[in-house]
């Protein structure tokens, strides 16, 4: 939040600050900050939104998959936990894996498995291993693209979500989870709206749509604010 200078008792935000403000009042306040998993063979849960590394101002993510077992209030366990956790899950999984090195659905399974705990390199690693074999399963790509924003390699994952679409145009999730990205990562407006927007005109029914249409009104608010300028109102 912007400082009050001397005795001054008026606000004056940045648009960045703006930003962030509505960020994280959706994701506290609002406890719906997910992104949704593109794939299936793994958690049916949403992975929880990680704030851009610029904007995480030391908050520990909003909660888990299933993956992790995690509930609200309750303490997050070590990435070494975590580890700890994907690696005895995706054993049986490894094991079957020496028998068919080449299965792009087992190698997408335990990419799940880390993706899940949150060990989103080694999540990565998988995730790439079975795209080098299918390359056109949208699903496995939206996940990538999700693990890659949480590591924090913001252009790489709007880059994977790109190259989702261009194989599955009408894929909801990939549409759902870019424009998130865009607005988190990037404070794209116009470019999360536009997805948000045209994931509501192909498939109204979308199982998020009351989520979106809630993104789609709280980032409009500052949609003419341009980079520097300032505002005498927070984002919320």
């Known amino acids: 939040m912007a400082e009050a200078n001397g005795s001054n008792t008026s606000q004056s935000w940045t648009s960045t600050q703006a930003y962030v403000m509505a960020v994280l009042c959706l994701l506290v306040g609002c406890a719906v900050g997910y992104l949704l998993r593109g794939s299936v063979g793994g958690s049916s849960a949403p992975a929880p939104v990680a704030a851009a590394p610029d904007q995480q101002q030391g908050m520990p993510p909003a909660g888990m998959g299933a993956g992790g077992g995690m509930g609200q209030g309750q303490e997050m366990p070590s990435p070494e ?66 693990a890659l924003f949480y590591s924090g390699d913001i252009d790489h994952a709007i880059a994977e979500f790109d190259h989702a679409l261009k194989d599955d145009p009408k894929n909801g999730n990939a549409l759902f989870n870019r424009g998130i990205v865009k607005w988190k990562g990037k404070m794209d407006v116009t470019g999360a709206v536009a997805d948000w927007e045209n994931l509501l005109k192909q498939d109204p029914n979308y199982a998020q749509a009351d989520q979106v249409r809630m993104y789609v009104a709280q980032a409009k608010k500052h949609a003419n604010i341009k980079p520097g300028q300032k505002t005498d109102k927070p984002a919320m």
Do not use: C, H, W
């Open 81 to 146: 936990r975590l580890k700890a956790m994907a690696d005895k899950q995706a054993a049986p999984l490894l094991e079957q894996l020496k028998s068919k090195p080449n299965d792009p659905a087992l190698l997408s399974q335990i990419g799940n498995a880390y993706y899940d705990a949150q060990v989103f390199p080694v999540a990565i690693d998988y995730y790439q291993k079975s795209l080098a074999i299918n390359g056109k399963d949208a699903g496995v790509r939206t996940d990538m693209a999700t």
